[in-house]
């Protein structure tokens, strides 16, 4: 198994998170357009991949079964509408009093839940979009700090970094882009994705939420050993 694979089932995996931590109104249309891209080809990921590490074992492995689970709720209304009215209001309802904002200003800036971006976490977050030339929708529509939005980066430099190892960027050393990699992790997720997904896990008693944040822990927690 090449590492160049590796680096694009994470890319689909914080690809299909950073669509499955929107609004529910938003990725339920997004999650059904790409089943066939993501979900299916998350739930075909090579049983190989497990092998190169056990916490890259154990992130594949959680990433399998949410494809599973988002792939069976989206087919069922009655599961679909129980998950996005309890995600809703953990993360949307009522600006002052959302239990779990996915923003990282929130979590990175003293003095309580602000629903504002912080000027210094945006700038610092643009900087290292246009980097990759990116100005994405759900930038402008959700803020740069959003967990989506972020995702969506990461997404990008994994696709970035398999493209390298197979040389088909010209003049870019995919060395530099998992420096670049380890340097948005250590400036923006990993400073605030732990509280948060802790904040989803200790309020919901809905499995798929659940399954949500400890795939995320996962990945990022396993990101040091690629």
Not at 18 to 46: C, K, V, Y
Not at 136 to 164: C, M, P, Q, R
Request: charged letters at 25%; hydrophobic letters at 35%; a negative charge.
């Amino acid at each position: 198994m090449s590492l160049d694979k590796l680096h694009r089932t994470y890319s689909r995996s914080y690809r299909l998170l950073g669509i499955a931590f929107l609004p529910p109104s938003t990725a339920r249309p997004l999650l059904n357009s790409h089943t066939g891209d993501i979900i299916d080809q998350l739930l075909e990921t090579d049983p190989e991949l497990e092998g190169w590490h056990p916490k890259i074992g154990e992130a594949v492995n959680n990433v399998k079964t949410l494809a599973s689970n988002l792939k069976k709720c989206l087919s069922d209304d009655g599961c679909w509408e129980t998950f996005a009215s309890e995600y809703s209001s953990l993360t949307v309802s009522g600006y002052k009093h959302v239990k779990c904002p996915p923003y990282e200003s929130v979590y990175v800036v003293h003095g309580g839940y602000k629903m504002i971006e912080v000027p210094a976490i945006g700038e610092s977050l643009d900087r290292y979009y246009s980097l990759l030339g990116l100005k994405a929708d759900k930038e402008k529509v959700f803020g740069s700090d959003n967990i989506s939005v972020e995702l969506e980066f990461l997404a990008a430099l994994h696709d970035a970094e398999a493209l390298a190892l197979k040389g088909s960027l010209i003049d870019v050393n995919p060395l530099d882009i998992g420096e670049l990699r380890g340097a948005f992790m250590e400036d923006h997720l990993s400073k605030w994705t732990a509280e948060f997904t802790s904040c989803l896990k200790n309020n919901t008693g809905n499995s798929l939420i659940t399954n949500m944040a400890v795939t995320l822990e996962s990945l990022l927690l396993s990101e040091r050993y690629l």
